[in-house]
């Protein structure tokens, strides 16, 4: 489980970003670190269970990103995230396809999976799944209990006109203008937090794993 005194760190980082403070604090990141590289390491084996493609001695380590942000591009000269993210693939966070995502941050925690913007040659490949293969999409993300739990896609950066090659009234136009395959959960601290954390990430990750094999079908 995640300890409450990672997410009590957290909230520090939010309050105290600048490299002095972290130096100061070092000792209580570190044990903040370790907390949630034995919670991935455990999330790892749950998802190993039921999806092959992830294998169960992957190192957490792989999983889990940087604290550190990149600020040379950024407006905002802030060096640490206040969040820890879990990324979750065959490849850990250097993610080749789909991949399983936990994101905690004190009162913003959610877990998701799919395809975050991926690039070109894959976009077009789960366009064209979808195209040809509707009914299949349909009965996983229609699912009555699928919805209930992650609602509908994310429509972040989504085309305005009918992507290249699909006409406007395309009957899956909507998805069609998708350039983000993923699903998100929002989850409460509680959730992380709790004796069944694990078997909750876990669980919410199987019910996804529907919707990842059908993205992974359409960039094989």
């Known amino acids: 489980m995640i300890a409450s005194s990672t997410l009590t760190f957290l909230k520090s980082v939010a309050e105290n970003n600048n490299r002095e403070w972290f130096q100061d604090h070092k000792s209580e990141y570190t044990a903040a670190r370790e907390n949630v590289l034995d919670f991935t ?32 591009f ?21 993610f080749k396809g789909p ?22 040659d894959e976009l077009k490949s789960i366009r064209q799944e979808i195209d040809y293969n509707a009914e299949d999409w349909h009965r996983v993300i229609d699912d009555p209990e699928f919805v209930s739990l992650f609602g509908r896609p994310d429509t972040e950066g989504k085309l305005r006109t009918a992507p290249k090659g699909y006409t406007p009234d395309h009957p899956e136009i909507e998805f069609l203008k998708l ?37 992974r079908n359409a960039i094989s």
């Open 74 to 94: 950024s407006k905002d000269k802030s060096p640490l995230k206040t969040n820890f993210g879990i990324a979750i693939s065959s490849a850990g966070k250097n």
């Open 99 to 120: 991949g399983y995502y936990v994101h905690i941050k004190p009162g913003e925690c959610f877990i998701a999976g799919g395809s975050w913007f991926p690039p070109a």
């Open 179 to 215: 350039k983000s395959f993923t699903m998100l959960r929002k989850v409460s601290e509680r959730d992380l937090t709790s004796d069944e954390s694990v078997e909750y990430v876990t669980g919410m990750f199987e019910k996804l794993y529907p919707f990842m094999l059908f993205l």
């Open 41 to 72: 390491g455990k999330v790892i084996k749950g998802l190993a269970r039921f999806d092959p493609s992830i294998p169960s001695d992957l190192p957490a380590k792989d999983c889990v990103m940087r604290i550190y942000r990149d600020i040379r």
